[in-house]
């Protein structure tokens, strides 16, 4: 196993001690430049940091020390969002479940991805902006739409489906009947009470969304479905075939094991299997219709961006 993929897997399963040791000879052999490097790319800043002040690795601790105190701040408007969003949606009675965005490796994403009942969206966005959140996006998305509260950098995706560019990829019943009322501790010590994808129902998320929707892993994907994907793999063969993506789970398990042995995340997957999978799932489910829709959906700037982003990634 790749010493870093070794590091990670220490801090997500709580093990300081270990991560402590496994850091401190990375630093030894890979030396200070490229272990700042591989923190800053995966943006676990804060908590390599933390393990390097526990481990007298000054050197290190200091050249972190800016980019740990962004992830302690984006951590922070992280925690004020959802305590709004949370209180805001129970005032209205509406359920909401919060997905790939918690971990325990101490990344903290620019957005917070919640999936709703569709018969509940346009309510949820009426309480949502009178409790000050503007939406950055259009409205008449209604699979997914993004908001912002002011001075809060942190993007709300609320959604309804989960989707590429409006084509399902996953059933929402999967993350909407599938949650539990959590507290997540983020970098710095925020807390935030939310009701959040149970472990099989957020793997069963981030395989969709790193196989189909982005064709990228990153590190807290490898951290939070490791043990869901080893230890339960039968029902999660189960659930994808059932999805129509059966496919995912070698696909999945193949972008895994690469990481787990030379961990340069975030890995780029094969965008051309991302478009079989999707094609393969509309044509099981006899849906071709959602290939016109999705081209209508490249009308939306936040749709256009996205695949923009796609191809660069995949040309480069």
Do not use: C
Not at 116 to 128: N, V
Not at 131 to 144: C, E, F, N, R
């Amino acid at each position: 196993m790749d010493p870093f993929a070794a590091l990670a897997l220490a801090v997500s399963a709580g093990k300081r001690r270990e991560a402590r040791r496994v850091l401190a000879r990375l630093v030894e052999e890979k030396g200070v430049g490229a272990v700042e490097a591989w923190a800053l790319r995966n943006d676990i800043a804060y908590t390599v940091r933390e393990l390097a002040l526990e481990a007298g690795l000054d050197e290190l601790a200091e050249r972190l020390e800016k980019s740990a105190e962004r992830v302690e701040e984006a951590a922070r408007h992280t925690a004020e969002l959802m305590e709004l969003v949370d209180k805001t949606l129970a005032r209205g009675g509406i359920g909401y479940t919060v997905f790939k965005t918690f971990n325990r490796i101490g990344r903290v994403d620019v957005d917070v991805d919640m999936i709703i009942y569709p018969k509940d969206y346009w309510q949820a966005l009426r309480l949502l902006h009178g409790a000050g959140l503007k939406p950055i996006d259009s409205v008449k998305k209604t699979y997914a739409t993004g908001l912002m509260a002011p001075g809060n950098p942190i993007v709300l995706d609320v959604h309804t489906e989960l989707t590429v560019l409006g084509i399902p990829y996953i059933d929402n019943t999967i993350l909407l009947e599938n949650n539990e009322r959590k507290t997540h501790r983020l970098p710095g010590g925020h807390l935030v009470e939310a009701y959040t994808a149970t472990p099989l129902a957020d793997t069963v998320a981030r395989i969709g969304h790193a196989i189909i929707k982005e064709a990228e892993i990153k590190i807290d994907d490898v951290t939070e479905t490791i043990h869901v994907t080893t230890r339960h793999r039968k029902t999660l063969r189960k659930i994808l075939e059932a999805q129509g993506i059966p496919e995912a789970y070698n696909e999945y398990l193949k972008a895994l094991l690469q990481a787990l042995k030379n961990m340069k995340t975030p890995l780029r997957l094969d965008r051309r299997k991302s478009i079989e999978l999707i094609i393969a799932r509309i044509t099981r489910r006899h849906q071709p219709v959602l290939l016109l829709e999705a081209a209508l959906n490249l009308r939306y700037p936040r749709n256009a961006a996205h695949i923009a982003h796609l191809a660069l990634n995949t040309l480069s």
